[in-house]
């Protein structure tokens, strides 16, 4: 190489680096300043503008969803009015539901909807259990009914976390001969846990020898305390179609709805705060 044309490329490697150094200069001093609202994960943040260095927490969510496992219908026992039910299922070991948004629909052969329920529900980790709406009125029966799960909220298991322990015993069903009622559903709940709760849901469930839902009804418990049974009983004022093979009793509290429970049982999320 001739002493010129190294001459040349050692001066434009010094235009290279002093461009090269204005530039980084004046990125350093003109970027944005990291902060916990530029909806990005930088500076030590644990999520997107949450986390390390910003107080707000990282809302934690499973990957699984609540599923709908089925969905179907029976008839109420009162003229243009029918019961809707769902069972779904949180896969969630870890997390439990404090709050979701559904919505039954009800449609007919041609796929249009003739009615529609929307509430919302809970659901403890691991739990799978059925989600039920009693004389929904309809012009006519469905040819299908549909269960959609909307916007979820959820909370993490700790380890102080026991799902209450409410046991059926000595359920029976029988058909009623005389008087004015067609069937009953009886039974004792006996509240194993160690806590009084306020409130306590059943819905039983009737299914033939096919294990198909054919009747459905429902009942509440108020203030069953630690340790004490509790009889029940439901009726059914008409016939309804098919053979009773098997009886189901789904019994159910929602501890959310407590609020010792929940920070005694619970990790406290962002949106509880």
Avoid: H
């Amino acid at each position: 190489m001739e002493k010129g044309e190294f001459k040349r490329i050692f001066i434009i490697s010094i235009y290279v680096l002093i461009f090269a150094a204005i530039v980084g200069v004046f990125y350093f001093f003109s970027a944005p300043t990291p902060t916990c609202y530029d909806n990005l994960q930088n500076q030590n943040e644990e999520g997107v503008d949450c986390g390390g260095v910003c107080l707000k927490k990282c809302e934690i969510v499973p990957q699984e969803k609540i599923a709908v496992l089925e969905a179907g219908w029976v008839e109420s026992g009162v003229p243009g009015e029918y019961d809707l039910y769902a069972e779904i299922r949180n896969p969630n070991q870890m997390f439990g539901s404090e709050s979701f948004e559904y919505k039954f629909i009800a449609k007919d052969a041609n796929g249009q909807e003739l009615a529609s329920f929307s509430n919302t529900g809970f659901a403890l980790p691991g739990e799978t259990k059925y989600v039920i709406k009693s004389n929904l009125g309809m012009n006519s029966a469905p040819n299908s009914v549909e269960l959609v799960i909307g916007e979820t909220k959820w909370v993490e298991k700790n380890e102080f976390y026991e799902k209450p322990q409410l046991r059926i015993i000595n359920k029976k069903y029988n058909l009623i001969t005389s008087g004015i009622e067609y069937a009953e559903a009886l039974g004792l709940l006996n509240n194993d846990s160690a806590m009084d709760f306020s409130l306590i849901k059943l819905e039983i469930i009737l299914k033939n020898a096919e294990g198909k839902i054919i009747a459905l009804n429902s009942s509440e418990m108020r203030t069953v305390k630690a340790g004490e049974g509790r009889d029940f009983r439901v009726f059914w004022p008409n016939k309804f179609p098919g053979d009773v093979a098997n009886m189901e009793v789904q019994a159910e509290v929602n501890i959310f709805s407590s609020e010792s429970f929940v920070k005694k049982f619970f990790k406290q999320q962002r949106f509880q705060e």
